[in-house]
């Protein structure tokens, strides 16, 4: 009994259980002192302890089943999570939390459940997708042994196909930040699919070369966009705000806000409760604002460097296993993940447009919290069930 106890702990991949509580050490830190603030009621430091022990939990229920039969299960999971986001459609609406289905700031993402509050379906419709697309890649290089255009487009119709369900419905919904995090996915798993350069680079030049010109006429010829595309003026202000905020301070109050934040931490920061800028639900997506301001350069380098030691790890995972899904699996993964910390990030200090995307394990939030744990917990599967053959003398 004892052999197998150790047995067990020895497949756990511990590196990863650590880097997993020292994301919830800073995420309880930086919460108990986002909340300080009078214009928060109630304990979200508890909270997020309650769904770190859920997102534990699904870790722990992942190492039931092995990475072969996650690639059986795939589209079931698939399936589920399309139903979700058809109900947010289809469900009736109502401006309170007094439906199941609320409509908040013009978006309908969200269901309300008795006990549990706020479950959002596009947080673990990610992981869902990179269940399928894995499935898919991996089936289709088992079948095709012979490669040629034809059938790498083949290989790309059926990867667009399967995103473009759920990345339409969560279009409808509308939530732009997650659209873009789905993108992300898919762009990665293409790249590493095996469809030839002679497809990828056009492709990609093409999507940049649009998203460019966009971007240009946006800035330069806005005119142009209105007359002729029917482009409401109002519409680029966000943009607008992004690239000068000072010139839009009612658009960008919660970047200026941010700004100073973080501005004001410098090198070391100004310690714990110590804040003096105010700024709105700085416990969600503006969390690393927090960081930066109380702890200053030093601390949001630790922060960012944590990041980089689990996209490593995870990268180190996808270069070590024998099986193409499960390498998959830990790609999908890391442009998740990585894309997520860049965005929250990035919007904090105006590299790029503020979306609602939360800082993974660190940002309160029940969804996003335990739907990076169901990925994590692929992660947890695959090195539990292929480390003996891994890290074997033999390889």
């Known amino acids: 009994m004892g052999n197998k106890q150790q047995k067990f702990l020895d497949k756990i991949d511990w590196t990863l259980v650590l880097l997993l509580f020292l994301f919830f050490i800073v995420s309880c830190v930086s919460i108990s002192s986002a909340q300080s603030s009078s214009q928060y009621k109630g304990n979200f430091v508890l909270q997020q302890g309650f769904w770190y022990v859920i997102g534990l939990t699904i870790i722990g229920l992942s190492l ?61 419709m990610k992981t869902f997708l990179i269940l399928a697309l894995s499935s898919t890649i991996a089936s289709h290089n088992e079948k095709v042994v012979n490669k040629t255009i034809k059938t790498d487009l083949y290989l790309l119709l059926k990867i667009g196909m399967i995103t473009a369900l759920p990345l339409g419905l969560i279009m409808l919904q509308p939530d732009l930040g997650t659209g873009l995090v789905f993108i992300a996915i898919v762009a990665g798993l293409v790249l590493i699919s095996g469809i030839t350069w002679k497809i990828i680079l056009p492709l990609y030049s093409t999507i940049i070369a649009m998203g460019g010109t966009i971007l240009y006429f946006v800035i330069w010829a806005p005119d142009f966009l209105v007359k002729y595309l029917k482009v409401k003026a109002y519409q680029f202000d966000r943009i607008y705000a992004w690239l000068y905020p000072e010139n839009f301070p009612d658009e960008s109050w919660h970047l200026l ?130 480390k003996e053959y891994m890290f074997s003398s033999k390889n």
């Open 257 to 386: 806000l941010s700004m100073s934040a973080i501005g004001s931490g410098e090198i070391t920061g100004k310690g714990y409760f110590k804040k003096e800028v105010y700024l709105p639900e700085r416990h969600t997506d503006f969390i690393f604002s927090v960081i930066g301001e109380e702890y200053g350069f030093i601390g949001a380098s630790i922060v960012i460097c944590l990041f980089f030691i689990l996209i490593y790890h995870i990268t180190k995972t996808a270069l070590l296993t024998k099986t193409p899904f499960n390498t998959y699996i830990c790609v999908g993964i890391i442009c998740m993940i990585t894309f997520h910390v860049f965005q929250n990030i990035g919007m904090t200090i105006q590299v790029l447009p503020i979306t609602g995307i939360p800082l993974p394990f660190i940002s309160y939030g029940g969804s996003s919290l335990m739907g990076n744990m169901l990925a994590l917990g692929l992660i947890f599967s695959i090195r539990f069930y292929h």
């Open 64 to 124: 039931i089943f092995d990475p072969s039969q996650y690639r059986k299960l795939s589209f079931y999971f698939y399936g589920i999570g399309i139903l979700l986001l058809l109900g947010l459609i289809l469900a009736p609406h109502c401006i309170d939390s007094g439906c199941l289905v609320p409509k908040r700031n013009g978006a309908t993402s969200w269901y309300v459940l008795p006990g549990l509050g706020q479950i959002q379906p596009s947080e673990f």
